[in-house]
């Protein structure tokens, strides 16, 4: 049987439940319930490279960049994003390993810490708009503006939130070792975070940059560069729906390109949720992708079976 190649994209929100449940255990134990439902999509077949979101554990790593301030040396952005690839790598990677023993399901799963590059001339660096870090009230959101100079953004009506460039990705740095590994049967947790953002100097060397890149961008990119078969992309709703929230919401089952565009220019999906999503999607369909897949991580398995999530199609 040939092998069929998933990028599945989990968010950084999906790691913490709430406000009680954030330290690294309780990521470890939601992340560990997420890759169950991914194991089952590995015993239907398919070869599988898990991207993530990190926004929230970047903005752990600032606050205690922050809160040290005077004390240790701050840690630069591009540094949080390799910081927290690493970390939630690392728990994906003891995740799926205790999965796999519990299965006796013969695999291995590795991290690759990723850089993807950036135009350092992108629009975004002069027009922020990435949400980043925990959530604040307002009142605390203007404060964190006026004394540390923040952009700030309210953010789906969950309420508000620092915000920094976010590039558009251009290249997958490593992209020929994730190739390697995805073709020997290696699972593949990459790209975490969109990825680490790097321009070239003039010099054409590799540097950092303050930013971050949209995720499901980067996983959009990295199901084009590999020719994936499909793009899932696992978010909180079982379902994309139209009018969310308002009582004539409408869940869809299966959707093309052409639908998809027509709903985004009636301003169904919000910009801070839905919307980079579907965007996301849109992109890999129009180069050539097959499928891609929304839904939440607990329904997976049947969304591959066709019984539920929302497909879209070219």
């Not at 009680?20 to 398919?46: C, F, N």
């Not at 949400?131 to 700030?152: T, V």
């Not at 560069?225 to 899932?232: G, K, Q, R, V």
């Amino acid at each position: 049987m040939a092998k069929k190649v998933a990028v599945v994209a989990v968010g950084g929100n999906s790691l913490i439940h709430d406000s009680k449940h954030q330290t690294v255990h309780d990521q470890y134990l939601a992340a560990s319930e997420t890759m169950k439902h991914i194991a089952e999509m590995i015993v239907k077949g398919w070869d599988v490279i898990i991207t993530h979101g990190n926004g929230p554990q970047v903005g752990f790593v600032l606050a205690r960049s922050e809160y040290s301030r005077g004390i240790l040396h701050e840690i630069p952005l591009d540094s949080c994003g390799a910081d927290t690839q690493g970390a939630i790598g690392y728990n994906f990677q003891m995740a799926l390993g205790n999965e796999f023993k519990r299965r006796n399901i013969k695999k291995s799963a590795v991290t690759v810490v990723t850089q993807v590059l950036v135009d350092k001339n992108d629009p975004s660096f002069k027009k922020p708009s990435k949400p980043i870090g925990q959530f604040y009230s307002y009142e605390e959101a203007q404060i964190r503006k006026e004394k540390d100079g923040w952009d700030i953004m309210e953010d789906a009506g969950r309420g508000w939130r620092r915000v920094v460039a976010s590039p558009d990705p251009k290249e997958i740095i490593e992209l020929s070792a994730i190739k390697t590994l995805i073709d020997a049967g290696v699972v593949v947790v990459g790209v975490g975070g969109g990825g680490i953002p790097v321009i070239r100097d003039e010099k054409g060397d590799l540097k950092g940059t303050s930013a971050v890149i949209d995720k499901d961008l980067a996983s959009s990119l990295l199901a084009t560069l590999i020719n994936a078969d499909l793009l899932l992309i696992s978010t909180a709703v079982e379902k994309v729906c139209l009018n969310f929230g308002k009582p004539d919401q409408k869940s869809l089952d299966r959707i093309t390109v052409a639908e998809a565009k027509k709903y985004i220019k009636d301003g169904h999906f919000k910009p801070g949720s839905m919307l980079p999503k579907i965007n996301a999607i849109v992109k890999f369909l129009e180069k050539g992708g097959k499928q891609a897949l929304i839904t939440d991580p607990a329904h997976i398995p049947q969304a591959l079976d066709g019984k539920t999530g929302t497909w879209i199609i070219p």
